[in-house]
């Protein structure tokens, strides 16, 4: 299948929707799920009720808001900064365990309003802009969009492309308004599409680093690429606009999550051949296994690789068996982003918990680079079996609450904070991961192992919140089908 072609030229990315089918509803089995995307047959399932969804606009100005050097600009109503603060959080904590220099988020609003949504508000935006140079002498500016900036019209682009050559600096457009897609995850290729417009440059030449796709996850690549000769070079957060430019003379690109990373590992191959690594994710052996062996085929360091497989099983088997007989018979239920999440069905598995079924907030029926060997959910059936009760939700809580009530998990793993608290007030021990590489490798299967032991171990919390806590949901939505307001058939015949 080949991969979906990226348009440099185009100011905004298409939705995730159009460009790769992805889908936000669907109940079933994930073998089902993995049976019809392949066949072309996957389609949307709409609710007729929402509770809530992610949006675009947010994870675009979580990329963006972390580069060192630059200013956000959010075109928005001052309500749209109520996050702010959160991004601040992240960004001053991420610093600290980097040992960067502590400073604050430099992050602007242009305040857009009632009269505004009339007159339009660009005048206010080049304002903006300039009041945010003068105040922080950037690198570079991003301008964020919104669901307002989008209906009333502003010429964005113009603004920008106008004030870059009067100060000097990228100034550079970020299409992201949250009313376009469902798929949240269409905010990390609009603030990657802006990126590889504006600010990477054509590689002068090939370095030995390797571009990591990544949140603000601690650093295990260092220990893994130094013997193999290369060095972790971790985008976007955290990264300088000087960084960035460069990205382009990287030997490779890794994804720590293909949901995050989609569209930027495509685009660096197809506009500046920087071979993007296409393969299951390290998690679990036999994912680890395949990851490791297709870096060492694109770096052609195929044997050193092998020497790497052989030492590290050699080292963590033994503990590995001991931790499977400690959790033998455990049961558990995952709720995340859609390929970490695939990637955490499979590290359970491996460990030999029983998997109850998982709530995905979205599904891509194929990456951007069109390689199936980058299909985590495919891989994790094809390798562990099929997974029941499975539910793509854009984070519909009322779902995920009614669902646990009737499996009752032994343990509820969640990648966002959110939605840890369901689990919490049912009484379920509940492990949230911030770190996103905390499962990556061999030794992440036993850090994981460690984790889960250390949740179950000490259930007293949650159990005593269950006891003195309420649900919002009433027993009218607990005794129906989960699925009562995902209406249709989200797949077609496939057999």
């Known amino acids: 299948m080949s991969g979906c072609r990226v348009n440099v030229d185009a100011p905004e990315v298409a939705i ?131 669901c307002a900036s989008g209906i009333i019209g502003d010429d ?64 295990v690549f260092t220990d893994l690429l130094g013997p193999l000769g290369y060095e972790p070079e971790y985008i976007v957060p955290f990264s300088t606009v000087e960084k960035l430019e460069h990205i382009a003379e990287a030997a490779a690109t890794i994804q720590i999550c293909p949901t995050l990373g989609s569209y930027l590992g495509a685009a660096l191959e197809q506009v500046y051949g920087v071979p993007e690594i296409k393969a299951p994710l390290a998690y679990g052996l036999a994912g680890t ?14 044997a050193e690789v092998e020497s790497i497989i052989a030492a590290e099983k050699e080292k963590i088997l033994p503990q590995l068996e001991a931790y499977r007989a ?66 793509v939700c854009n984070k519909q809580a009322f779902e995920l609450v009614n669902i646990l009530h009737r499996v009752r998990p032994d343990l509820l793993i969640a990648r966002h904070g959110g939605m840890t608290l369901w689990g919490a007030k049912l009484g379920i021990p509940t492990l949230l991961i911030g770190d996103e590489h905390l499962g990556f490798g061999y030794q992440g299967l036993l850090r994981y192992a460690e984790r889960i032991l250390e949740t179950l171990d000490n259930r007293e919390f949650v159990t005593n919140l269950a006891k003195h806590s309420t649900m919002p949901y009433t027993r009218w939505w607990l005794d129906q089908d989960p699925y009562t307001f995902l209406g249709g058939c989200a797949h077609g015949n496939v057999d």
Not at 161 to 180: H, M, N, T, Y
Not at 290 to 298: D, F, N
């Open 16 to 146: 995730r929707e159009i460009r790769i089918g992805s889908i936000t509803g669907f109940e079933g089995t994930a073998g089902q799920l993995v049976q019809c995307a392949r066949a072309g047959k996957l389609r949307e399932n709409k609710r007729t009720f929402s509770q809530c969804m992610g949006c675009s606009s947010g994870n675009a100005f979580c990329q963006l808001s972390m580069i060192q050097d630059a200013a956000m600009v959010n075109h928005a109503p001052v309500g749209c900064a109520g996050d702010f603060f959160a991004f601040n959080f992240v960004y001053r904590v991420g610093q600290m365990e980097r040992k960067l220099p502590p400073v604050m988020g430099r992050y602007f609003s242009t305040n857009i309003e009632e009269k505004d949504t009339i007159f339009g508000a660009v005048q206010k935006l080049e304002a903006t802009i300039r009041e945010a140079y003068a105040r922080v002498k950037p690198k570079a500016i991003f301008v964020t969009t919104s």
């Open 156 to 219: 964005v682009e113009s603004v920008t492309d106008r004030l870059s050559e009067e100060l000097g600096i990228p100034v550079v457009a970020c299409f992201c308004e949250g009313f376009k897609s469902k798929i949240w995850t269409t905010g990390f290729d609009s603030a990657y599409h802006a990126i590889v417009r504006k600010i990477v440059k054509p590689p002068r030449r090939k370095t030995n680093k390797i571009n990591i796709i990544n949140f603000w996850g601690s650093d």
């Open 289 to 302: 296994d395949a990851w490791l062996r297709e870096l060492g085929k694109v770096l052609g360091k195929a």
């Open 326 to 391: 400690k959790l033998q018979g455990k049961s558990a239920y995952v709720t995340a982003g859609a390929a970490h999440g695939h990637a955490l069905l499979a590290l359970l598995r491996e460990l030999g918990l029983q998997v109850q079924g998982a709530a995905i907030f979205h599904h891509d029926p194929v990456y951007d680079n069109g390689d199936p060997r980058s299909d985590m959910l495919a891989h994790t059936v094809k390798t562990y079996g099929d997974i029941p009760n499975y539910n």
